[in-house]
């Protein structure tokens, strides 16, 4: 079983930075994809982006294509979301998760171990 922990979140003013991380542990990572998800209030959880095992063919929503890097550290058991450029609509809370599939899935129900979720407000 894999346990993900986010940290990093926050407050930023629009146009700012943060970069969320995920640490995991009981496992290694290096067999599961990673992927982090967001849940606006109100809304379903969507995806974001998704790495694959060995880092590479990162995969990215339309909605933070370009702004957002997704990466990771196979070595540190360790998965990062760098999130450029913020708007307002970027406001959720951001889960980090862990799938077993040979791919990098997008869909949630792919996906086997989740983290708590951090809070991410970017205000205008």
């Known amino acids: 079983q894999v346990q993900l922990v986010e940290s990093g979140g926050g407050l930023v003013q629009a146009g700012g930075s943060l970069r969320l991380s995920c640490a995991a542990s009981?496992?290694?990572?290096?067999?599961?994809?990673m992927g982090w998800f967001r849940q606006a209030p109100g809304k379903e959880r969507e995806f974001v982006a998704v790495i694959n095992r060995s880092g590479g063919n990162p995969y990215y929503a339309d909605s933070v294509k370009g702004r957002f890097t997704i990466s990771r550290d196979n070595a540190k058991n360790m998965v990062y979301l760098l999130m450029n450029s913020l708007k307002p609509e970027d406001t959720a809370v951001y889960y980090c998760a862990a799938a077993s599939t040979g791919w990098a899935p997008v869909d949630e129900y792919e996906y086997n171990y989740w983290g708590q979720g951090i809070q991410v407000t970017v205000s205008s």
């Open positions: 009981r496992q290694a990572i290096s067999s599961y994809a």
